[in-house]
């Protein structure tokens, strides 16, 4: 407030001035007005030399100014040399950053908001071929054309990374992982997993073939114990106790390797481009008689049906999945137990429920449910039959069917397992159709 006191002070000293010197020569107006002019000229002079240095000279130092001006200029000359030592911190942060992303092995790319390429690493030029600076303010989509990384680009959400094959090295696989920052725009990551890919094609490859060659060995086995089994009468007393216990045991291996081989089929072969409408209803209530078979009585299996609509899959990959759901439900619920079959809409697409009434599953186990051969009662598991990979074959249907799981489950309170299908899968009935289940 000390300048700008001063500057009241100068504008009363200038006015009342030259007023009184206006008085003296009878025209006390004029005095007043020419102080008013002396007073609007300085504050025009500092206005234009302020001009002047904000835009043709703003790297220099500010211009020399009295009163409040001159504060003035001091003031905007801190905050500009304040700006300056800002802005150069972050071009150095900015450097760090870049030249920490170019040391890395994997492609690091950032996008604008509108998806375009602002700036890239080395690492993205080997893996995807981006070329500097002609490239810069392209569509990345124009160089990643491949339709799955264009829906999951645009689908926005990123939870789950992509794996793909390089657009220019066919001998590699990369895995993408999109990240939302700032005004909606995005960091692209894409890693270099030939190795554990290649890996992992070698586990599958191996898991089939020695399925594919177990099953006749076991085929065999089985016929020659349902040989001895029928003339069982004529062995001694210990004897058919032990056939009756290689019989089940060689059963049991025979679950696992049908659950291998299908597991192995899931991950290897492709879907269909044109997936078949199902029959939902028709197809849960053939699964509910499926599972009052199973279980002869001791639970109440109940078929709860709330929309018509179709749903767009592979019947025979559904009906796996779903009675994987069910037929667990079964196993792991102690008689008299209700386990409920429910087909309803959900959101914007639809969903198939198996809910029971249970002791329930602890939160703790249902991130690790879908895991191969995982089992949260494994003594438990082993004398239903169980062989672990029931729910990894759920997860790889529902995969290619664009669908998830959702568990939700608690110690006594029962569990609920949802395959929730997004609104591409979902279809309305045909006409005739709901005819009929109206009549």
Known sequence: MYYWTNELWRLAYLVIGLGVLGWLFGEPGWGLAAGLGLYVYLHLRHLRALYVWLTQHPHDTP???????GDLFDRLYKYQKTQRQSQARLRDIIRRVQDSCEAMR?????????????????????????????????HITNFLRDPRFVAYFNARDYREPLTLASPIRDDMTLQYQVTLFGDNERLVMARDISRLHRLEEMRRDFVANVSHELRT?????????ETYLDQADQLPSRWQRGLGQMQE???????????????????????????APLDMATLLENIRDDAANLCAGSH???????????????????????????FNAVRYTPAGSTVTL?????KEGAAVEVEDDGDGIDPVHLPRLTERFYRVDKGRSAANGGTGLGLAIVKHVLLRHDAHLDIDSHPGRGALFRCVFPATRVRAAPEERRAVGHG
């Open 249 to 275: 045991q060689t059963q049991r291996m025979q679950n696992l390797v049908e659950d291998l081989l299908l597991l192995s089929k899931l991950e290897t072969d492709q879907t269909r481009d044109d997936p």
């Open 300 to 326: 109440e299996i109940v078929l709860d049906i709330h929309t018509d609509h179709c749903l767009l899959g592979d019947e025979g990959e559904m009906r796996s999945a779903v009675s994987n759901l069910v």
């Open 342 to 346: 429910r087909w309803k809409a959900w």
């Open 217 to 225: 060995p076991l085929t065999v086995l089985t016929g020659y114990l």
């Open 106 to 138: 994997d492609a690091v790319v950032m996008l604008d908001r509108h998806g375009d390429l602002e700036w890239w690493n080395s690492a993205a030029t080997q893996m995807l071929g981006f070329q500097t600076p002609h490239d810069r303010g392209q």
């Open 63 to 69: 211009p020399v100014g009295a009163g409040v001006w």
